[in-house]
Structures are given as structure tokens and as C-alpha cells.
């Protein structure tokens, strides 16, 4: 112990009060600085005789060594206490649940159009895209349909406002027969002059429109046409083929198929497709699923075929029914609410 003691106390009282680094300099100053005490008790030691001077300087060499150390000691722990606030605002918790991505799923209206397409695909079918705006020709008088004709009226059909360059008002096509020619119309003009012409096998899915709105109908709702012609394609073969489809398409053989009399200006003879399932919750019942026919030499001509060696079949089925049966849903709304309670049971 000697005078210097309380120098070096204040010294260390002043280092442990600084917060900021800075503070600690100014401290340091005050202690080791050109005008701090150190410095001070050094200038003093001139007037001193040379014995003193040497027990002076080194007591004023402890104390100096002991606030150095002070100082050292202060500086390490400021820095510490930075580091680890850093450390602190940069922590996340390891044992917090990840955050999920949200995963979305395949519409029940898509998934039942991807499966048709698969298994069309297989059995040798190409799958065509046409517009849903169509010209009135397309969309009616190519398909036998002629203006003024009561058939006209089976279908409710949306116009757009603008006209063909016939002066027809263009229309939301209300079924999708009108690729049946588009598509038929491209293949005769590809293969023109070939012998034997190939077949024309082509499936259209797509959207569909009508003014009809009820649990089982929708303005907007989706069609699949099918169309094979050639040499010798009959009715035999469509039952063959839409057999076939129904039982990939609902993964069972126990369905039966009813082909029940009807009519469609563009198919004769025609019929509506009914199937009844033997096990389910539809057990029993007929179920219709689409139209279908032979198609009429008329609209075979309207292709650009020659209706005594083109001959076939067309039919159009409602990819939404198909889809109602395949996942036992009664109401047609549910697939264009987007509700997710309702889409998310597809995940
Ligand atoms: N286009 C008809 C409809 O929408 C269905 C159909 C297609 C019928 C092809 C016969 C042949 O109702």
C-alpha cells in the first residue's frame, strides 16, 4: 500500500463505469494520457534525488501496470458484452417448428381431364386443343345444324359481340363438336390424295359454355369430344372402346353401359351413354355420361371426306359428370367455388 493506491482505485471505478468504449478512452486519458496522473507522478519524480527516484518509480510502475491491466480487463469485457448482444439479436430458436410451404393440389376437374387424356392416349388417341370462341358455322351449321333448325334450340348458347366474316355473331362454343370438323378438316387436308387415307383419332377436351346454371349444370363447364373415322369404323367399335375407357377411367369392370336411342343433327344413328355401377353409392342406377353417334355423312362431307369411305364415330362426353361419379361429389358448384376446404381433399 502507499499514496498511489487511491489512484489506482479511481482508475478502476472509472474503467467499470464506462459503458461505451468510448467512455473507457476518455477514462484512459485521465489515468495514462500526456495530462493524466501517471504522467503527472512521472513529471515528478524529476525533482527527486536518484535513490528516491528509484523507489518512487517503481511504486508509480506497479500502479501503472495494475490500471493498464484495469484498462485490458475492462476493454475484453466490453467487447465480450458487444459480441454477445449481437449474438443475442441474431438467435433463432432450433426447436421452432419449420415454416410449411404451402402446397397446392391438382383440381378434381384436371385430374379426371389428365386421366382421360392417359388413357385415350393409350389406346392410340391424339389429343387435340381448339378455340372457345367458335364461328356460327363450326359451332352449328357444319355440324348439321342449320340456321332456323329447331336443333338449334337444344342448346343455349352465349354469343360475343362481333360478327364472322359472314355477318355471324361468334359464339362461346356450347359443345366441343366443332373440333370434330376443325380437326377432321386439317387431317383430310394433310394426308389429301393418300390411299388409304389414315384414320382420324383424336380426343378434344376443354371448356364448354351454355346459359344453364343448377347443381348439375354450369355456364362454364368442361367437354371431352372423341372422334375415330375411317374405312371401317362402326358402332360396334365405339361400345368396344367406350367400355373399355369407363373401366380405366373408374378402375372397375363391374359397370355396364347402356347406349339409349337419342338424337344429335351430326350423329345417325345416335344415343346417350348410360352407366350403371354394381358396387358404390350409385349402385343401380343409370347414369348418363355422354352423347355419342355415327357420324353423319353430311358433316363427314363438311370435313372434306368422302362420306362413302370415311366412316365413324363422335362423342362427347361431360368431363365434370365423369369426374362427379369418380369422386361421389352432388353438387357440380363445389368444383368452381374454390373453396379450399372443399379443393384441399384432392391434396
Ligand atoms: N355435342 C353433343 C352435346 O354437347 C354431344 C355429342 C358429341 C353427341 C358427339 C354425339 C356426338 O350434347
Given at each position: 500500500m502507499?499514496?498511489?493506491?487511491?489512484?489506482?482505485q479511481?482508475?478502476?471505478?472509472?474503467?467499470a463505469?464506462?459503458v461505451?468504449p468510448?467512455?473507457?478512452?476518455d477514462?484512459?486519458a485521465?489515468?495514462?494520457?500526456?495530462?493524466?496522473r501517471?504522467?503527472?507522478?512521472?513529471?515528478?519524480?524529476?525533482?527527486?534525488?536518484t535513490?528516491?527516484?528509484?523507489?518512487?518509480?517503481?511504486?508509480?510502475?506497479a500502479?501503472?501496470q495494475?490500471?493498464?491491466?484495469a484498462?485490458?480487463?475492462?476493454?475484453?469485457?466490453?467487447?465480450n458484452?458487444r459480441?454477445?448482444?449481437?449474438?443475442?439479436?441474431?438467435?433463432?430458436?432450433v426447436?421452432?417448428?419449420g415454416?410449411?410451404r404451402?402446397?397446392?393440389s391438382?383440381?378434381?376437374?384436371s385430374?379426371?381431364?389428365?386421366?382421360i387424356e392417359?388413357?385415350?392416349?393409350?389406346?392410340g388417341?391424339?389429343?387435340?386443343?381448339?378455340?372457345?370462341?367458335?364461328?356460327?358455322?363450326?359451332?352449328?351449321?357444319?355440324?348439321n345444324?342449320?340456321?332456323?333448325?329447331?336443333?338449334?334450340?337444344?342448346q343455349?348458347?352465349?354469343?360475343?359481340?362481333?360478327?364472322?366474316?359472314?355477318?355471324?355473331?361468334?359464339?362461346l362454343r356450347p359443345?366441343?363438336s366443332?373440333?370434330?370438323?376443325?380437326?377432321?378438316?386439317?387431317?383430310?387436308?394433310k394426308h389429301?390424295?393418300?390411299?388409304?387415307?389414315?384414320?382420324?383419332?383424336?380426343?378434344?377436351?376443354?371448356?364448354?359454355?351454355r346459359?344453364?346454371?343448377?347443381?348439375?349444370h354450369?355456364p362454364?363447364?368442361?367437354?371431352?369430344e372423341?372422334?375415330w373415322?375411317g374405312?371401317?369404323?362402326?358402332?360396334?367399335?365405339?361400345?368396344?372402346?367406350?367400355?373399355d375407357?369407363?373401366q380405366?377411367?373408374?378402375?372397375?369392370?363391374?359397370?355396364?353401359?347402356r347406349?339409349?336411342p337419342?338424337?344429335?343433327?351430326?350423329?345417325?344413328?345416335?344415343?346417350?351413354?348410360d352407366?350403371r355401377?354394381?358396387h358404390?353409392p350409385?349402385a343401380?342406377?343409370?347414369?348418363?355420361v355422354?352423347?355419342?353417334g355415327?357420324?353423319?355423312?353430311?358433316?363427314?362431307?363438311n370435313?372434306?371426306?368422302?362420306?362413302?369411305?370415311?366412316i365413324?364415330?363422335?362423342?362427347?362426353?361431360g368431363?365434370?359428370?365423369?369426374?362427379?361419379l369418380?369422386?361421389g361429389?352432388?353438387?357440380?358448384?363445389?368444383?368452381?367455388?374454390?373453396d379450399?376446404?372443399?379443393?384441399?381433399?384432392?391434396?
Amino acid at each position: 500500500m502507499n499514496d498511489l493506491e487511491p489512484m489506482v482505485q479511481d482508475a478502476e471505478a472509472e474503467f467499470a463505469a464506462a459503458v461505451a468504449p468510448a467512455e473507457l478512452e476518455d477514462a484512459k486519458a485521465r489515468f495514462l494520457g500526456k495530462a493524466g496522473r501517471i504522467t503527472g507522478e512521472l513529471k515528478a519524480l524529476a525533482a527527486l534525488s536518484t535513490d528516491a527516484k528509484k523507489s518512487r518509480g517503481a511504486q508509480i510502475n506497479a500502479a501503472k501496470q495494475r490500471i493498464e491491466a484495469a484498462l485490458a480487463s475492462r476493454r475484453a469485457a466490453l467487447a465480450n458484452a458487444r459480441l454477445e448482444s449481437e449474438l443475442a439479436a441474431q438467435a433463432f430458436d432450433v426447436s421452432l417448428p419449420g415454416r410449411r410451404r404451402f402446397e397446392g393440389s391438382i383440381h378434381p376437374v384436371s385430374r379426371a381431364l389428365e386421366r382421360i387424356e392417359t388413357i385415350f392416349a393409350s389406346m392410340g388417341f391424339e389429343v387435340a386443343d381448339g378455340p372457345e370462341i367458335e364461328t356460327d358455322w363450326y359451332s352449328f351449321t357444319a355440324l348439321n345444324n342449320p340456321e332456323n333448325h329447331p336443333a338449334r334450340s337444344m342448346q343455349d348458347t352465349f354469343y360475343v359481340d362481333v360478327r364472322d366474316a359472314e355477318g355471324r355473331w361468334l359464339n362461346l362454343r356450347p359443345h366441343t363438336s366443332p373440333m370434330q370438323i376443325r380437326y377432321a378438316q386439317a387431317h383430310a387436308r394433310k394426308h389429301v390424295g393418300a390411299s388409304p387415307m389414315p384414320d382420324v383419332r383424336v380426343i378434344v377436351p376443354g371448356r364448354t359454355y351454355r346459359v344453364d346454371s343448377d347443381a348439375t349444370h354450369s355456364p362454364m363447364f368442361h367437354q371431352v369430344e372423341g372422334l375415330w373415322l375411317g374405312e371401317n369404323v362402326s358402332f360396334r367399335d365405339l361400345k368396344a372402346m367406350y367400355l373399355d375407357f369407363m373401366q380405366a377411367f373408374f378402375e372397375t369392370t363391374e359397370l355396364q353401359l347402356r347406349f339409349r336411342p337419342s338424337y344429335f343433327p351430326f350423329t345417325e344413328p345416335s344415343a346417350e351413354i348410360d352407366v350403371r355401377f354394381e358396387h358404390g353409392p350409385l349402385a343401380g342406377r343409370w347414369l348418363e355420361v355422354s352423347g355419342s353417334g355415327q357420324v353423319h355423312p353430311q358433316v363427314v362431307r363438311n370435313m372434306g371426306l368422302d362420306p362413302e369411305r370415311q366412316i365413324g364415330f363422335a362423342f362427347g362426353s361431360g368431363i365434370d359428370r365423369l369426374a362427379m361419379l369418380r369422386y361421389g361429389i352432388d353438387d357440380l358448384r363445389l368444383f368452381f367455388d374454390n373453396d379450399l376446404r372443399f379443393l384441399a381433399q384432392f391434396a
